[in-house]
């Protein structure tokens, strides 16, 4: 009863530390007259969580047990191989069960007021802008296309130089990079037997 009483306590704690919010940061701040710098690392100097706790084995975990049947099914559903000793068979379900509880830990922090990621990427309206593919982004590509035939295939006209490419292309001598050349060609040395 005593352990079970100390383990919500903990959890209150832990959760309350959680809700230490950007907005409780700045409220905070603006109550005090210290410099806000100063305000702030002060108040992040001290974690009030650790990864470590993730992984402590003396929390217990609402996560079921797993057993070594499950741990058999599991294997077999990935097509990894069975546990050849006991001991490694125990530290798999060892693995697999801080691995559930680090999973239940995750699931467990409010994300209320965030919204979800929908990609890795700059979202704001600026970089939609500047990634939006308009007619105007493409009409360099277009003028170097040139419609032909009867059914209007579309063809890249091959009088429309690339002007990146030219400039490589005129400095360009493939007679520098060859170890061995007679007049305008390169030789290869191949082994005879």
């Known amino acids: 009863m005593a352990c079970r009483q100390f383990y919500k306590s903990t959890l209150a704690t832990r959760s309350l530390h959680r809700r230490t919010t950007k907005s409780t940061i700045l ?3 603006s109550s005090n007259s210290k410099a ?3 305000e702030l690392e002060a108040m992040l100097s001290t974690p009030s969580w650790s990864v470590k706790s993730l992984f402590d084995s003396t929390i217990p975990s609402s996560a ?3 057993t070594k049947e499950k741990l058999h099914h599991l294997l077999r559903l990935s097509a990894l191989p069975l546990p050849t000793s006991a001991t490694q068979e125990e530290k798999m379900i060892a693995d697999l069960q801080s691995q559930l509880k680090f999973v239940q830990a ?3 922090v409010d994300t209320t007021g965030v919204e979800p990621l929908q990609s890795i990427r700059d979202e704001t309206k600026e970089a939609n802008v500047e990634n939006e593919i308009t007619l105007a982004t ?3 590509e277009f003028d170097k296309e040139e419609v032909v035939g009867m059914r209007g295939r579309i063809r890249r006209r091959e009088d429309v130089p690339d002007p990146e490419r030219v400039e490589e292309v005129k400095d ?3 007679l520098e990079q060859a ?3 007679v007049g305008r060609f390169f030789v ?3 082994a005879k037997d």
């Open 188 to 190: 290869v040395d191949t």
């Open 172 to 174: 360009w001598d493939p």
């Open 106 to 108: 995750i699931q467990s």
């Open 138 to 140: 493409l009409q360099a």
């Open 179 to 181: 170890s061995k050349k």
């Open 64 to 66: 079921p047990p797993v």
């Open 27 to 29: 409220r905070a701040l």
């Open 36 to 38: 806000p710098d100063d």
